[in-house]
């Protein structure tokens, strides 16, 4: 495995489903520089949460962010340069709740990035709060009674949102999330990798999914995505859950441009000032 380690002393709790989602981006990493993809191409980001100490675990660059602003971080980024492969860590009440408006409008301008949910259905790094994806009657510090709300569906609100790739994996399925990270990394378009992860501490539901995951082959329509997304009873389904080939985002909006490469130089940028002055 590649070593991505980095001087930063571990601190999640032992157990922690993010352990599995760590290492199967490490060796997602392998596999895409083995492809041919620079190391010092690929840019990551995260939010505030128990998730978002995977950026200090990571000898990799990018900008660790603020909570829910992960994604509009990871997208500036892939705009301004299009070379990059831009990721971003988020976690399930960092971007579906705080996060929310920036996550489906990157899906909706179907921008070439890829994010990844960790999903504990708890707000974890606080001790244990519901979150927007907490099933109903989760029992909390903010849900004393069971919480009352039904939880949103990830998978459906990307979908018909725009994302151009959907997945689901699991951090107890270690070589099959390895493999989904870098599908979602090589695609172009906005990709969605929900990960179910399990939290020893607040929301332990290692033998509820061990129980019920299972890998599906690859949907290749968006009516069969959203029927396996939408059902509810029976199996937790697994894999690549919808692919397709749309326009994106950045190719919209410049073309071939590339606005670190081909940026103008400093007396350039002054003489165009100075123009721009002498008309007044």
């Known amino acids: 495995m590649m070593d991505l380690s980095t001087y930063a002393e571990n601190t999640w709790c032992p157990g922690c489903g993010n352990f ?3 290492n199967a981006f490490k060796n997602a ?3 895409l520089t083995d492809e041919g993809i620079e190391r010092g191409k690929i840019a990551i980001s995260a939010g505030i949460g128990c ?22 971080t990871i997208e500036g980024m892939k705009i301004a340069n299009p070379r990059l492969k831009c990721v971003s ?3 399930d009440g960092d971007a579906m709740g705080e996060g929310l408006s920036h996550l489906l409008f990157a899906a909706k301008r179907n921008v070439d990035i890829t994010v990844i949910m960790h999903n504990n259905g708890v707000y974890a790094l606080t001790t244990g709060q519901f979150t927007p994806l907490s099933e109903k009657g989760f029992k909390s510090k903010t849900s004393l009674g069971g919480n009352i709300e039904e939880p949103f569906n990830p998978l459906l609100l990307l979908l018909v949102s725009g994302a151009s790739f959907i997945a ?5 399925r270690l070589e099959h999330l390895s493999t989904i990270i870098k599908e979602a990394i ?3 378009g906005f990709s969605f990798v929900e990960v179910l992860q399990p939290c ?8 509820y999914y061990n129980e019920r995951v299972e890998v599906v082959e690859d949907t290749l ?10 059902e509810k009873k029976g199996k937790i389904p697994l894999g690549i859950l919808y692919r397709a080939q749309k326009p994106i985002y950045h190719e919209e909006l410049y073309g071939s441009l590339n606005p670190v490469e081909q940026r103008m130089s400093r007396k350039e940028r002054l003489d165009r000032v100075k123009g721009l002055l002498s008309l007044y």
Not at 168 to 172: A, L
Not at 221 to 230: C, H, M, Q, S, V
């Open 20 to 22: 599995g989602i760590l």
């Open 29 to 31: 990493v392998k596999m």
């Open 51 to 72: 998730h978002g100490k995977i950026f200090d675990y990571l000898n990799l660059s990018g900008l660790y962010s603020i909570h829910g602003r992960s994604v509009a």
């Open 89 to 91: 860590f988020v976690g």
């Open 168 to 172: 689901r994996g699991y951090s107890g």
């Open 186 to 188: 090589l695609h172009k």
């Open 200 to 207: 020893v501490s607040y929301n332990d539901t290692y033998k």
């Open 221 to 230: 329509t968006y009516e069969e995505a959203l029927k396996i997304i939408r």
